[in-house]
């Protein structure tokens, strides 16, 4: 969503559940819900454990699918989470709600999102695995996310996300609908 600034800090939140849950980086729920990486290219290089899916509207409500196949716990932590941003958006609704794995050494290339569904909703990232080597691009000035640190970022603007760390960078990723939204799309 085009926003005045490019980044917008709304608050902390406790993310040590979240981590505790995680399923480790080679586990295949990482590869379950690949629609992400196959349908941004910019995104192969990441892995999604979705748990909200939607791709379209229909007066102002995102035609949302619950996912179901993620560990009944850790579904239960993010939805918590995804829950309290809701909290930031009154009267919006949940269009997107997943975990992202940035590998070790990898990157996603700089891009605006430009889906229709993207640009009106309030994208929302929340570090839960990070390091001081995650750089996050965004209109060309380079920011470190903390982990439990809730961010919503002008999606509409270039951006891109380089890890020139040893670890692998995961975060939760809430896409917002206003209930204002414009468009009546059924996609």
Wanted: net charge neutral.
């Amino acid at each position: 969503m085009r926003m005045s600034e490019p980044i917008k800090h709304l608050c902390s939140y406790p993310v040590g559940e979240i981590a505790a849950l995680l399923p480790a980086a080679d586990d295949p729920v990482w590869d379950r819900f690949a629609k992400r990486q196959r349908e941004y290219p910019v995104h192969q290089r990441t892995r999604s454990i979705g748990f909200i899916w939607s791709d379209g509207w229909v007066k102002g409500k995102p035609l949302s699918l619950p996912l179901g196949y993620a560990p009944k716990p850790l579904t239960a932590a993010v939805t918590a989470c995804g829950e309290a941003i809701l909290a930031y958006y009154p009267g919006g609704s949940i269009s997107r709600l997943m975990l992202t794995d940035l590998p070790a050494g990898t990157a996603i290339p700089r891009h605006r999102d430009a889906y229709a569904l993207l640009e009106e909703t309030h994208r929302c990232h929340l570090p839960i695995v990070t390091s001081p080597d995650v750089t996050f691009m965004l209109d060309d000035v380079g920011y470190h996310f903390p982990a439990g640190e809730i961010y919503e970022i002008d999606n509409m603007r270039p951006h891109a996300v380089t890890n020139a760390g040893s670890e692998r960078r995961v975060h939760l990723i809430c896409n917002i609908m206003p209930p204002q939204a414009k468009s009546q799309i059924l996609a």
